[in-house]
Each structure stands twice: as structure tokens, then as C-alpha cells.
């Protein structure tokens, strides 16, 4: 996929849970409801413009009209050096990313199958455990971001969520979005005193099989860092792709606080 094709799949995972207005030179993402949700929160540049700060004036204009802190996603930064620097200026933090791009070879590795381990769909009745485990997850922005996220996303129809049990006890969940012809992998959590049993790969695995099943042309994922990158490739996932990009912010943490 290339750039725009990336773009064009994580849009349509953004706008599930937050509005978007596209401008003449990129576009602004917002929930009023979560103005502390970075993701739901940003204006997103993929192309150089003529007038960096009249761009900069429209964007800190429209949140700060909402109470929300202006930040930038900026993609092709060779040919965003004029707007990075007008931003620098506007004292914007600033920072660059990289986000690997990963799709699934549809090959299943051979995962011994764990007779302690049960993995089901996410219902009105285990909402509140696949919850918990979601909101105790500090890099998903722990429960202030994540329990309204999590409703909001139990209740579109491009998401499937997934709760794995070990030995009846509630503790890792994922999800899949699905567009067109297209699924991404996300929200994969462990709650800390059950990791490193390789409950995550039985989990992905199961997630595998069942886009198998649907016929999905590809399925992505989109890891925060290197490490968890990694993670991915012991289950089939290949980096397509290192997405470079920038992130400027005026006010509150940078992702990669975030992040760590």
C-alpha cells in the first residue's frame, strides 16, 4: 500500500470514534466528548501548503474553541519543512515518529493449543471484564481515554472485540476493525500478571483464523514502537512500511511520553 492508501485505512479507523472535516489542505479530527484522546484530537497534513501559518491559525482557532489543545499529525516531511518551522515558532512542541506498518502473511503458525485457555467474543456480558483489562493499560491512556473509547467502539458495527480467559480468569483482549476488504488489529492487551505465557500469540492466532474465515483480503497492524513490532513478526506480521512522521503539540505530553 502506499502512502495515501495507509492514510486513506487509518482514517476510516479515526472516524469511528471521532469527527472529521476535511479542509483545502488536510484535516482536522475532534471529539468534544474525549478532548484528552490524542488520536480523536488532531489536524492531519499529508501535503505541503503555500501558507503554513494561516493554516496554524485555523487549526489553533478550531480547538481551542472546543477547550482542546491544537495538535498536528504531519505526513511527507521532506516537503513539510516550511510548516514544521512556522510551527517551532508558534511554540509548538515538536517531534518526529516511527510507525511501522505491518501486514499479516496469512500463514498459521503451529501454536500448541493451551487446554487452560478460552477465547470468546466480547458481549453485554463480559463487556465490563474485557473493560477492565482495556482501562488498566497505561499506554491506551488508561481509564479516562479508554472507557468511553471502548463503549463507542463495542457499539459500531466495523468492530469485533475479543476477551481471552486463562483458567476462567478474564485477562487479554483484542479487536479487529474492518474496512471493505480490509482488517486492522488492535487494542492487543495483557493484563501485566499474565504476560509472558504466550497468551497474545493464541489470541492472535484465533483473531487469524477467524479473518480466514471472512475471506479479508489483508490484515494490518500498526505497532507503537520497534518493540512491539517485533512482537508482531513472531506471528506472521512483516513490515511493509516505516511510516515517518511528525507530531507537533501545544500543550500537554508528546506521544512518545506517552508511549514510555
Same mark, same amino acid.
Given at each position: 500500500m502506499m502512502l495515501q492508501d !495507509? !492514510?486513506?485505512?487509518? +482514517?476510516a479507523y479515526l472516524e469511528s470514534f471521532t469527527k472529521r472535516t476535511d479542509t483545502a489542505w488536510g484535516s482536522l479530527f475532534c471529539n468534544e466528548s474525549q478532548p484528552t484522546y490524542y488520536d480523536a484530537n488532531h489536524a492531519h497534513i499529508s501535503e505541503a501548503s503555500a501558507n503554513s501559518q494561516l493554516i496554524i491559525d485555523e487549526?489553533?482557532?478550531y480547538y481551542e474553541t472546543k477547550k482542546i489543545i491544537p495538535? +498536528?499529525? =504531519?505526513?511527507? =516531511?521532506e516537503n513539510q519543512r516550511d510548516l514544521i518551522s512556522t510551527l517551532t515558532l508558534n511554540n509548538f512542541g515538536y517531534e518526529e515518529l516511527i510507525s511501522p506498518v505491518q501486514l499479516w502473511d496469512k500463514k498459521m503458525l503451529k501454536i500448541e493449543k493451551n487446554e487452560r485457555v478460552v477465547i470468546e467474543l466480547v458481549t453485554k456480558n463480559n463487556y465490563i471484564e474485557a473493560l477492565n483489562i482495556e482501562c488498566s493499560i497505561k499506554e491506551f491512556g488508561g481509564k479516562a481515554v479508554r472507557e468511553k473509547a471502548f %463503549? /463507542? %467502539?463495542f457499539d459500531h458495527p466495523s468492530f469485533v472485540h475479543y476477551l481471552l480467559r486463562y483458567n476462567g480468569i478474564a485477562c487479554a483482549t483484542a479487536c479487529i476493525f474492518f474496512q471493505d476488504n480490509q482488517a486492522r488489529l488492535e487494542s492487543v492487551a495483557t493484563l501485566e500478571e499474565f504476560r509472558g505465557r504466550g497468551l497474545i500469540g %493464541? =489470541? !492472535? /492466532?484465533y483473531i487469524q483464523m477467524e479473518v480466514a474465515k471472512k475471506g479479508i483480503e489483508n490484515l494490518w497492524v500498526f505497532p507503537i514502537n520497534e518493540k512491539i513490532e517485533k512482537v508482531y513478526q513472531k506471528y506472521g506480521f512483516h513490515t511493509v512500511v516505516k511510516l515517518k512522521m511528525g507530531h507537533a503539540f501545544l500543550g500537554g505530553r508528546s506521544i512518545k511520553e506517552i508511549q514510555s
Open positions: !495507509i !492514510i486513506k485505512l487509518n +482514517f487549526v489553533v482557532r495538535r +498536528f499529525y =504531519l505526513y511527507d =516531511l %463503549e /463507542q %467502539e %493464541e =489470541l !492472535i /492466532q
